[in-house]
């Protein structure tokens, strides 16, 4: 038998062609999609905006009450929906051109209607499976074609599951032989190659667990931290002697510059094929306090061997269908500037040349590395990765928890949003300006987001979606570390 469409309001007062009020009978949360007969295309999806309770119980009343009295409260439940549209004869997501009549029956939306007005169809090709709509079983499944192409942000408080989601969006990019290359900065993502155990939420949102160990590849300027990555090198030959002077941790360019070039082109006119430790010897002979200093921070860049005769092959970095993570783990701040600018630009000029495959980067705590205060050495290339990279099939993610402190150029060059919990009101409000279609109501509701809920905007839909995050296949590497045990 079928069930009957549940009513759960009418439309009162003035209605307009984008929104309009219903006083509620049954109900409903904020962000439910509802549906409204119009007379000229049937049904219509709606989702509310805004609730309020509106009574006749005043302050004066409220303050004469004693505490154990029943107050005779008149009250009504209203609320603001806004229109999302129908779909037409060609397929396409239409406004009605009349408004709503008022006292017009609402309904509670059924989910063939949902999936239909908000194209939440399976593609087993192109499809990036990353939960269900919010209390619906109804697939969220972004278009990968449009991440790349499109670029990405992942915006979440601290502890919010933006390093949740991103293994999700990674595992799905997996799955799909879409080469990856990661900055890890805290070395989380090692973890993908590891099944996750199995719980209830699995069977619910139809996840098995799995592990992509045979498609993850890492490496580390660092490997007595990073003991699982292979070792991260730059050719000492293509690094210019301001960016030398970044790797010893010398930031007064002016008092070391002149001394490391002359360090340099002493070793050089001898050897052409010189290495660190070359430098190293040569700086033990200068005197003085800047000669000393130059030979401690020479022999410190020695030992982290981060500079060799030979980079790191591009061949080995980047390989097709596979993720390369970039764990960055216990790498000083400055140098990890560098080495992401270093790479950056890399896989920029090469992809332009079609030398490696197209490719999603992604970058975590991507505030650090291009900040909308002040410029770090990798800031200028991913400016140029975010405005030019979709044309030549270099995709963009960015990840981080203060989207007020991340460059707006960046930020507003993605289109595909995904955000968690947001309570900052900076961040809040640079989240507002870069995204179209964000509507008041949404703004407050990602304050109050649960952990595992997400609101997306792109990725293939033309309305922001709230979406229950689905479970990781893998196991998830971003737990918070326990200080006292329960």
Known sequence: MKRAVEEVGRIFGDVGLGQFQLSLSSPVERGDYLTVIDELHGKVLCQLDDLKRKSDLDLEAAGALRPNDEAPVHESLLGVARIIGFRDGQGLVKMPTIPFRPGAHVFRAEEPLIAEVLGLKHHANTGAYVGLLRNHNLRVELDINQLVQRHVSVLAKTGGGKSYLLGVLIEELLRHKVTCVIVDPHGEYGSLRVPAEKNGGHARFGVESQGFGRQIQEYSPDVSLNPSAKPLTFSLRHIDPRDLLVFMGLTNVKTFLAPLKAVIEAVAASNPDYTVHDLVRAAESGEGAIAETLHERLEYLEQTKLLGPVGTSLNDLVK????????????????????VARIALTLFENRKKGKIPPLFLVIEEAHNFAP?????????????????????????CVVTQRAARIDKSVLSQCNTQLILQVTNPLDLKAIAQSIEGLTAGMTEMIQSLPVGTALITGGGYQTPLFCEVRPRATRHGGESVQIVAA
């Open 320 to 339: 097709k269908g596979e993720a390369t993570l970039v764990n960055l783990r216990g790498v000083a701040p400055d140098v990890q500037e560098l080495v």
């Open 372 to 396: 909308q205060q002040g410029s770090v050495t990798c800031s200028r290339i991913l400016k140029n990765i975010a405005s030019e990279g979709r044309k030549f099939g270099l995709g963009l």
